[in-house]
């Protein structure tokens, strides 16, 4: 009876973390499916490539939120942010379809953006308690869901451009409106913070959270300047706007290989080893994608998806082990923060691709790149259970 019984409470973790995995895909493709239908909108809109960097960045600067909604999560508590984000990041991807100028463009992106930062803490925070023994594990599954859905989302919406137009974009959102109503039942709540809680350590802790969110800036720019850049210098090329679109897909859903492989073996060899080794990794890629041509590019773009997003889990639960006080607070500092940062490069990189061609953003990416490694060598390691 004690065997079926621990089945019995093992089965719901595991179908809630699923159920939670599916949400995160549903709401990062919504919110990030925007390079694979950017020359669509610049064409349409009558706008110049060296808007890309700011429309992206329009995106991406509202995730610089999850650290004050992380403080916000902790405070309150329970799980109806998850649900706010995921609904608000739907709707904006809908509405993506309907701006008529640059203006309501970037308001639309900017909701996106808002609400994608409402999505991640309290779901990052919460998703350690569904893996029991192995946190690691259970994050990468999670991760699984929403890198994936940043992979197929841009190539879906790409094929609904091409076959309808930009107006039919609101078709993605159906998906996710009808998840809402489970999840508030898979999402893990979260206790609130009580006045008599454990303050947090600001001065131990920010030597090594400043450079954790260095490094992780410098990781998303890379990633940033991929999915930005490679489908502008794909079509610029006379490629298709769907081809361009399944460069990010390749890049991105083969990544998942390292979501979950990262999460499994930092959990036997510990995280900063595989993050010095996944960023050296990443390097040495996107230098061949720079001069590889032809078939070689696919195969580069998925190895460098391995190598980038193995590093995704594991600078979260970092940040985590850094602010064991605030664990929301935490993961918004690795992930929005980072991403916030990461946008604002990506709007500077904007005139350098109007003036050198869409493949010079990914050489500064680079350099940023190679600074990330020695920043990861000084990350703390995570002490594992004897």
Known sequence: MAIATTADQARPQSNRLIGMSWAHFLNDGAANYLPGV???????????????????????????????????????????????????????????????????????????????????????????????????MAMSVFMVGGEVGRGVWPAIASWVVVQWGLAYLWILAIPA????????????????????????????HAGPMSRLVAFSTLRSLMIFAVVTFVPLMWTQAGGSLTTGASFITVMLVIGVIGNVGGGHLSDRIGRRPLLVAAMSLSVVMLVAFLLASGGWLWLVLGILGISLFATLPLGILIAQDILPENRSLGSGLALGLSNGLAALGIMALGPVAAHWGPAAPLWVALIGGIISVPLAMGLPEHERPG
């Open 38 to 136: 950017l020359p669509a909108i610049l064409v349409s809109l009558n706008l110049s490539v060296a808007l890309a960097g700011t429309i992206m960045a329009a995106l991406l600067m509202g995730q610089a939120l999850q650290p004050l909604v992380g403080l916000l999560a902790d405070r309150v508590g329970g799980r109806i942010m998850i649900a706010c984000g995921l609904f608000g990041s739907s709707l904006g991807g809908a509405l993506v379809g309907f701006a008529s100028d640059f203006w309501s463009l970037l308001a639309v992106l900017m909701l996106i953006g808002i609400s994608n930062s409402f999505f991640h803490p309290q779901a990052l925070a919460g998703i350690p308690k569904l893996g029991g023994d192995k946190p690691g």
């Open 177 to 204: 409106l009808l998840t809402l109503p489970f999840l508030l039942q898979w999402a893990p709540k979260l206790p609130a913070r009580t006045a008599d809680a454990t303050p947090i350590a600001w001065r131990r």
